[in-house]
């Protein structure tokens, strides 16, 4: 019997490298998973790179995942969470008509009450955005919809974990578990 | 990120085969692909096999000046030159070394890789690419080998610039062979191989993101070590880890202290010899009886170095459910990854039996012993007797390796194909001598077994190498004969010709209900060929001309071909059918 599958959000610490993102992602496609979404950027410690992977993975299988990504060589560390171990958060971006906000202050009270701000405004469209989780950038989506969204797009999602042990002090207690 | 390189840089002496060679580890201004062949040098390789073209034809240039060297052997398709540096690193216990160029010819080398990926063989590929210039242009003979081959190597790197490639070859070979070994490609692009620059040369042996082995957990050796003396019937599964971390002494150590009967995996073959008194025989879907059946009555299953792969294991869920099981396993990830253990030992197989052996009890267990033997009788009865009987018009498969086995007592490295005659080889022929058995285990790559073996005769000239091959298997890589006729090696090819593919003929007889669906083959005069390439080759028709043949192809100085004309429709047996549980393997 499959057991229902979970949404896990991956953080991959790597050397920065070319390839490696290819490497990392047929371990999913490989055993047909989706990625939700991915963002990588440089972290706090220079050369190393994070991944941000959602993908929605049986519990069983996802701890199988995660060795199968360390077991990559320039794969420093990898730590799998579910969404209450980790503060995360996603950014959207929502092209609106410009001629939506004429005449009527509706959209205007759509954007205060869900928090969000006016980014760009040009002669024939404004850019608004959002961050949030995806229910709260997408419940924007709905309600902007009447008025014409010419154009929206969600970036993937960066989290945090709550756990305060540093990849470093992870690194570290691998080192010595190593021998040479 | 660069890893830092803490080592020294004069002239090293570096033993490479037991010669003694010295090795320059720096020189001024060189090309790139000169800095290659003195990188390759300097990690003590001293063989090539390899195939020429466009993108790597600087490499070559530098090969002309190396060559009393570096001995480069032209295979005639590149999958055999990566066939032949498996065959050479299982013999040799290091990293084989195989070339091509760019496009087809790194293409031509996937089929090895990959063989070599999933049964953990250290092998170290250069290939040739276009200019750097060229790469993204559809350029002629580029492909993108560095993308293909990457979910079929351990790590793979592209070098664009003259001066990456020592610290590339340097981690090539240090990946390669350590921790779980696998393959490793180098894609050096043309401009790469023509630049200058300043060479020197250091070794590699640490990675900051790369953990090859860990240091064994005590605690939990502790733990292994109470299940073990508290066991009844305790069941050792030997795997090709024992013979990558040359395991076979402390194996055999905590076998005879604890009492633990030895099965062993269809790669792990050759590490205990066949005739040691715990030894019970061989898993998985053609193994033997008792390890299969009684898989599931052990109370322990202590696994050293195997992964159970489906072929041992049959039905997972059906799978020694009753065991307390002990993995003693290098890669974290297949810890777990099948079957849940109870004691994870995430650690070198030989650290680890070192480990445990103090704190075993010596311990006999001769009832738990005495059910194998049982079996064994059963599995005689039923199969064994019926394989060696002399009944049929043409010779079978099993009367052939049998009688091999016992002219050469166990001794030769045995390399086969894939298919009927492999099953039958690796059931009948009883390995006396460690690091002999040399298959396509995890792949089951049809082709494997003649370039392998020519690698392995290469790698152990002093040792008799038997390659035994279906008629099918053969006529996927019947070209390096070639290899045997230009370079004389003394390669002893037996085929078993059936006429059929005989293991798909066998499924479809038992599973498809006779519907014998292009297995069927007319097949080319195979002596003729032979003798095309100037091998001398003999054909037995008859049973009568087996021992004659046998004897000439052993005692012959030189290569060898016999072709042995065998029963059309003989079946392997016993067998685990796809999807059953061990226990339920049929005899017939
Ligand atoms: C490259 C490749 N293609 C197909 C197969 C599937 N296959 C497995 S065994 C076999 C038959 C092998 O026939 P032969 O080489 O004559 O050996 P026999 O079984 O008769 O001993 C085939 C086709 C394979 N293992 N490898």
């Known amino acids: 019997m499959e057991l229902e599958q979970v949404r896990y959000t991956i953080s991959v610490f790597t050397e920065n490298k070319i390839g490696l993102m290819h490497r990392i992602v047929t371990i999913f496609t490989r055993r047909k998973i989706n990625i939700e979404s991915l963002t990588v950027s440089e972290t706090e410690n220079h050369g190393v790179s994070r991944f941000t992977i959602t993908a929605f993975v049986a519990p069983d299988r996802i701890s199988q995942i995660v060795k199968q990504i360390e077991k990559q060589v320039e794969v420093l560390k990898a730590f799998y969470y579910d969404d209450s171990k980790i503060v995360y958060q996603e950014l959207a971006l929502y092209k609106m008509p410009r001629q939506a906000f004429v005449g009527s202050d509706v959209v205007e009270k759509i954007i205060r009450q869900n928090h969000a701000w006016v980014l760009a405004i040009e002669d024939e469209f404004v850019v608004i955005e959002k961050t949030g989780h995806e229910e709260e950038t997408q419940h924007l989506f709905e309600e902007l919809k009447p008025y014409g969204i010419l154009s929206f797009v969600r970036s993937g999602r ?22 040479n | ?43 003590g390789v001293d063989t090539v096999f390899g195939y020429p073209g466009g993108a790597i034809m600087p490499v070559y240039d530098a090969l002309y000046d190396y060559q009393d060297q570096l001995k480069h052997y032209l295979v005639r398709h590149e999958q055999g030159a990566a066939h032949a540096a498996q065959g050479y690193a299982r013999v040799q216990k290091r990293a084989g070394v195989c070339m091509a160029t760019s496009g087809p010819g790194a293409t031509n080398l996937i089929t090895g890789i990959a063989d070599a990926m999933i049964d953990s063989t250290p092998i170290v590929c250069i290939t040739g690419q276009v200019g750097k210039h060229l790469l993204g242009t559809d350029a002629f003979q580029e492909t993108d080998v560095v993308s293909i081959s990457l979910p079929v190597t351990k790590w793979n790197f592209q070098v664009t610039r003259a001066s990456e490639i020592p610290e590339a070859i340097a981690k090539a070979f240090y990946i390669a062979q350590s921790g779980r070994p696998g393959p490793v490609l180098i894609d050096i692009t043309k401009n790469a191989q023509v630049e200058k620059f300043n060479f020197k040369y250091q070794k590699i042996n640490k990675i900051r993101s790369y953990f090859p082995k860990r240091k064994v957990d005590l605690a939990a050796v502790d733990r292994a070590a109470e299940l073990l003396n508290q066991a009844q019937r305790p069941l050792m599964l030997v795997g090709q880890g024992v013979l990558l971390s040359q395991a076979q002494a402390e194996l055999k150590q905590v076998a005879e202290r604890a009492g633990i ?33 009684l898989t599931n009555q052990c109370d322990v299953l202590l696994a050293v170095g195997m992964r159970f792969d489906d072929r041992v294991t049959g039905d997972v869920k059906r799978y020694a459910p009753q065991a307390k099981v002990i993995h003693i396993e290098i890669d974290p990830a297949e810890i777990d990854k099948i079957i849940k253990t109870t004691v994870a030992l995430n650690s070198d197989a030989k650290e680890t039996l070192q480990a445990l052996l103090p704190r075993l009890a010596a311990r006999q267990h001769p009832d738990w012993l005495a059910r194998f033997k049982e079996c064994d009788r059963t599995e005689y009865d039923k199969v064994l007797s019926k394989d060696f009987a002399p009944t049929t018009e043409k010779v079978k498969m099993a009367e052939v390796i049998k009688r091999l086995n016992e002219l050469t007592q166990g001794t030769a490295i045995v390399a086969t194909d894939v298919g009927q005659h492999q099953m039958t ?27 392998a073996a020519i690698g392995a005769k290469i790698g152990r ?75 001398p080759a003999r054909r037995v028709q008859h049973r009568e001309e087996l021992e004659g043949a046998l004897h000439d192809l052993l005692a012959s100085p030189t290569a060898f071909f016999l072709e042995v004309m065998v029963e059309k429709e003989e079946n392997v047996f016993p067998m685990v059918p796809a999807g059953a549980a061990v226990a339920d393997i049929r005899l017939e």
């Open chain 2, 461 to 535: 000239p002093d040792r008799q190498v038997l390659a035994i091959i279906g008629d099918g298997g053969f006529q996927m890589t019947l070209q390096e004969l070639g290899v045997i006729m230009q370079y004389h090696v003394a390669v002893k090819v037996i085929v078993l010709n059936n006429n059929f593919l005989g293991m798909v003929r066998q499924w479809q007889q038992l599973f498809f209900d006779r519907r014998y669906s292009s297995v069927d083959m007319t097949n080319p005069d195979f002596i003729k060929l032979a003798e095309a390439y100037s091998i």
């Open chain 2, 1 to 43: 990120m660069k890893t830092p390189l803490p080592m020294p840089s004069q002239p090293e002496t570096l033993i490479a085969n037991g010669k003694e060679a010295h090795y320059l580890v720096e020189k001024d201004n060189v090309t790139g692909a000169e800095a290659l062949i003195l990188a390759l040098l300097a990690e």
């Open chain 2, 425 to 451: 080889t690796t059931r009948y022929y009883h390995f006396t001598q460690t690091d002999s058995n040399i298959t396509s285990g995890g792949l089951g790559t049809m082709g494997f077994c003649l370039p």
């Open chain 1, 158 to 179: 960066v989290a945090i974990a709550k756990p305060m042990k540093r990849v470093m002090t992870h690194l570290k207690e691998l080192e010595e578990m190593a021998v």
């Open chain 2, 261 to 293: 009967p030895m099965a062993s995996t269809l790669l792990g073959l050759s590490a205990v010899e066949a005739n040691h008194p715990l030894y019970v025989g061989y898993l998985g879907m053609h193994g033997n009886y008792g390890p299969n059946v």
